[in-house]
T-cell receptor, first 112, second 110 residues
Framework: DAGITQSPRYKITETGRQVTLMCHQT?????MFWYRQDLGHGLRLIYY???????DKGEVPDGYVVSRSKTENFPLTLESATRSQTSVYFC???????????FGNGTRLTVT | QKEVEQNSGPLSVPEGAIASLNCTYS??????FFWYRQYSGKSPELIMF????GDKEDGRFTAQLNKASQYVSLLIRDSQPSDSATYLC??????????FGKGTRLSVIA
């Protein structure tokens, strides 16, 4: 099915471990985004990408790494997970600027 | 720091009434405005977007934009229990990424 898919849906990891959240979209949208959503903070932008091989920091990029070697994939890596990175992570895409965002189903990450 | 402010709620309205959700923003250069609905445990989904001053209607939903007052609102007519969700306002200025408010939780009472 066409759309935007995140994996895994749920992940539990330990402090200090590296973890990668995957995001794949089938629309060939040029823009892709990673947000985290926490109670009291709403949706905060971590990183975004306007095209393959182009990435930019958002509001809360520290501790995260992204890459975009192909238009359809935008993985988010936590290099050394911390408890403060426990959150729900949403990937989103859009076909232009400005254009509405289309969100994936989210990944609930717990860092113990 | 660009800010988008929403009352966190909960906003409680009876079934069949009009729900009015409000959003203010700090960046006068903002040009694009979006309303998303998010059910508990789900991802945000787009309801409407508006770019020009005035009203924009789509079914039971009306978005209202007043750039002079830096104010955008969402009206939901004939509110239904299925409209109970958190409503997120999002604002975009120029080439900067979308900024989301923290959302208003709406509860429609049957």
């Amino acid at each position: 099915d066409a759309g935007i898919t995140q994996s895994p849906r749920y992940k539990i990891t330990e402090t200090g471990r590296q973890v990668t959240l995957m995001c794949h979209q089938t629309w060939s949208h040029s823009y892709m985004f990673w947000y985290r959503q926490d109670l009291g903070h709403g949706l905060r932008l971590i990183y975004y990408s306007a095209a393959a091989d182009i990435t930019d920091k958002g509001e809360v990029p520290d501790g995260y790494v992204v890459s975009r070697s192909k238009t359809e994939n935008f993985p988010l890596t936590l290099e050394s997970a911390t408890r403060s990175q426990t959150s729900v992570y949403f990937c989103a895409s859009s076909d232009g600027d400005p254009s509405p965002l289309h969100f994936g189903n989210g990944t609930r990450l717990t860092v113990t | 720091q660009k800010e988008v402010e929403q009352n966190s709620g909960p906003l409680s309205v009876p079934e069949g009434a009009i729900a009015s959700l409000n959003c203010t923003y700090s960046d006068r250069g903002s040009q694009s405005f979006f309303w998303y609905r998010q059910y508990s445990g789900k991802s945000p989904e787009l309801i409407m977007f508006i770019y020009s001053n005035g009203d924009k209607e789509d079914g039971r939903f009306t978005a209202q934009l007043n750039k002079a007052s830096q104010y955008v609102s969402l009206l939901i007519r004939d509110s239904q229990p299925s409209d109970s969700a958190t409503y997120l306002c999002a604002v975009k200025a120029g080439n900067t990424p979308l900024v989301f408010g923290k959302g208003t939780r709406l509860s429609v009472i049957a």
